[in-house]
């Protein structure tokens, strides 16, 4: 006999950020539609209205369409305020030359938001925050706040919320609280977080000549980088590093290898700095009789669309909840099917990762690709595979599954191969 729930059970998520204000929603949501009365409490601590590390998720808060296509199905449409900047390019910075990508589909809106209240050091108040706002909508919708921080989860037949001064027996947990926290689980639950690498990011003021809907990408340099981004966020320009041996001085030495002093000032300020983990593995254990892990604690889409994973997976865990049930067979049935499909997705994604660094590193190749792409701009947008394939590979709109097979699609291996026979074509003349 399965585990449902019932009228009256109490729903008790951990974590405020999106992926429990998206469990809350969806929660709320479905079980309205199911004439289902239950008590949903969400444990979250931080302010989000504050400035800096204190009120932030550390995350460069990109939004992608197929996430603001899934708010909208949530009847959540963002409030202009919010929206630091929308995304209509990213220049490619290889070399000394800048290759411009347009956005493919106009229809397909690429967002920066901040997820707390701005940089720390900050003279702009009016900065409003993304999780804030996330979190205030369920709460409209009827979850209740408690400001509380969870010390640990016990299991007496059901999961058990211990904050410092009140317990709470949970008919249901939803663990929500990313990787950059520890999971306050018993070992019991058999829990074991996701595997995490490190990002370095930072806030400083955007040059007036910089534009405001443009996302410029470096690779190369310094040694160990895998992808740096500069993106507009209001008068800000967030930096977000991915790379191997990462340290709080990755910024400057970023800024310095590209010779970056030029174009953001001679000295640019750091305004909120920070070393945020991300995950790249899926969760061992994220879920149980009664208790299931989502966004960041339980799997993601590797370095691209984490907020957009936290909607997914929360939107499926609930629908498992409330659809099939709660014990830890119903979870396997159904949640952890959809979550090994992210899985697995991941795989073509490094797959990726790994040929994107290859090219980086052989001057042929690169020099093919950068030809084609430049090609590729007088042709119609449809018929831009490579520039979409990038634009998906940086902004996570699209499954790495389908970038894989557009990559190794029939017409993208013929331009590879006229590229090729010019570039013999060429040296041969010379």
Same mark, same amino acid.
């Given at each position: 006999?399965?585990?449902?729930?019932?009228?009256?059970?109490?729903?008790?998520?951990?974590?405020?950020?999106?992926?429990? *204000?998206?469990?809350?929603? @969806?929660?709320?949501?479905?079980?309205?539609?199911?004439?289902?009365?239950?008590?949903?409490?969400?444990?979250?601590?931080?302010?989000?209205?504050?400035?800096? %590390? !204190?009120?932030?998720?550390?995350?460069?808060?990109?939004?992608?369409?197929?996430?603001?296509?899934?708010?909208? *199905?949530?009847?959540?449409?963002?409030?202009?305020?919010?929206? /630091?900047?929308?995304?209509?390019? #990213?220049?490619?910075?290889?070399?000394?030359?800048?290759?411009?990508?347009?956005? %493919?589909?106009? /229809?397909?809106?690429?967002?920066?938001?901040?997820?707390?209240?701005?940089?720390?050091?900050?003279?702009?108040?009016?900065?409003? *925050?993304?999780?804030?706002?996330?979190?205030? /909508?369920?709460?409209?919708?009827?979850?209740?706040?408690?400001? *509380?921080?969870?010390?640990?989860?016990?299991?007496?037949?059901?999961?058990?919320?211990?904050?410092? @001064?009140?317990?709470?027996?949970?008919?249901?947990?939803?663990?929500?609280?990313?990787?950059?926290?520890?999971?306050?689980?018993?070992?019991?639950?058999?829990?074991?977080?996701?595997?995490?690498?490190?990002?370095?990011?930072?806030?400083?003021?955007?040059?007036?000549?910089?534009?405001?809907?443009?996302?410029?990408?470096?690779?190369?340099?310094?040694?160990?980088?895998?992808?740096?981004?500069?993106?507009?966020?209001?008068?800000?320009?967030?930096?977000?590093?991915?790379?191997?041996?990462?340290?709080?001085?990755?910024?400057?030495?970023?800024?310095?290898?590209?010779?970056?002093?030029?174009?953001?000032?001679?000295?640019?300020?750091?305004?909120?700095?920070?070393?945020?983990?991300?995950?790249?593995?899926?969760?061992?254990? #994220?879920?149980?009789?009664?208790?299931?892990?989502?966004?960041?604690?339980?799997?993601?889409?590797?370095?691209?669309?984490?907020?957009?994973?936290?909607?997914?997976?929360?939107?499926?865990?609930?629908?498992?909840?409330?659809?099939?049930?709660?014990?830890?067979?119903?979870?396997?049935?159904?949640?952890?099917?959809?979550?090994?499909?992210?899985?697995?997705?991941?795989?073509?994604?490094?797959?990726?990762?790994?040929?994107?660094?290859?090219?980086?590193?052989?001057?042929?190749?690169?020099?093919?690709?950068?030809?084609?792409? /430049?090609?590729?701009?007088?042709?119609?947008?449809? @018929?831009?595979?490579?520039?979409?394939?990038?634009?998906?590979?940086?902004?996570?709109?699209?499954?790495?599954?389908?970038?894989?097979?557009?990559?190794?699609? %029939?017409?993208?291996?013929?331009?590879?191969?006229? !590229?090729?026979?010019?570039?013999?074509?060429?040296?041969?003349?010379?």
């Amino acid at each position: 006999m399965g585990i449902r729930l019932s009228d009256g059970d109490l729903v008790c998520v951990i974590g405020g950020g999106p992926a429990g *204000s998206f469990a809350a929603l @969806h929660l709320l949501t479905l079980m309205r539609a199911r004439n289902l009365n239950l008590e949903v409490l969400l444990f979250e601590p931080r302010d989000f209205t504050k400035p800096g %590390p !204190g009120g932030c998720n550390r995350c460069a808060g990109i939004l992608s369409s197929r996430l603001i296509r899934g708010l909208e *199905s949530l009847n959540i449409i963002l409030p202009e305020e919010l929206v /630091q900047s929308r995304v209509e390019a #990213y220049v490619l910075n290889l070399d000394g030359e800048a290759i411009r990508l347009e956005q %493919p589909d106009r /229809q397909r809106k690429i967002l920066s938001v901040y997820r707390g209240s701005g940089p720390r050091i900050s003279d702009n108040p009016d900065v409003k *925050s993304f999780d804030q706002y996330l979190l205030d /909508q369920a709460s409209l919708l009827g979850a209740k706040l408690i400001r *509380s921080r969870v010390r640990k989860v016990s299991w007496e037949n059901r999961p058990v919320i211990h904050t410092a @001064h009140e317990s709470y027996k949970a008919d249901l947990l939803i663990l929500a609280s990313g990787v950059n926290s520890r999971a306050p689980l018993d070992d019991e639950f058999g829990y074991s977080p996701p595997k995490t690498s490190i990002m370095a990011q930072d806030e400083i003021l955007r040059p007036s000549t910089w534009p405001e809907d443009v996302v410029s990408a470096y690779f190369q340099r310094p040694a160990g980088l895998v992808f740096g981004a500069l993106t507009p966020k209001g008068k800000y320009l967030n930096i977000s590093l991915l790379g191997k041996g990462l340290t709080t001085d990755a910024i400057n030495d970023f800024i310095e290898a590209q010779d970056l002093e030029a174009s953001l000032g001679k000295e640019p300020i750091s305004l909120c700095g920070c070393t945020p983990r991300i995950a790249i593995r899926p969760a061992r254990t #994220y879920f149980g009789n009664r208790w299931v892990a989502v966004g960041d604690a339980a799997v993601t889409r590797l370095y691209k669309d984490g907020i957009g994973s936290s909607f997914f997976t929360s939107q499926e865990a609930i629908k498992t909840a409330l659809g099939s049930g709660i014990s830890r067979s119903d979870f396997r049935k159904t949640y952890a099917k959809f979550c090994s499909k992210i899985a697995r997705d991941n795989t073509y994604g490094g797959i990726l990762y790994r040929l994107w660094s290859i090219t980086l590193r052989a001057p042929v190749l690169l020099k093919i690709w950068r030809n084609i792409i /430049q090609a590729e701009q007088e042709d119609r947008p449809e @018929h831009r595979l490579w520039a979409r394939f990038l634009w998906g590979m940086f902004t996570g709109d699209e499954t790495y599954r389908n970038l894989f097979w557009l990559m190794f699609s %029939p017409t993208s291996f013929l331009k590879i191969w006229n !590229g090729l026979k010019n570039q013999i074509r060429n040296r041969t003349n010379s």
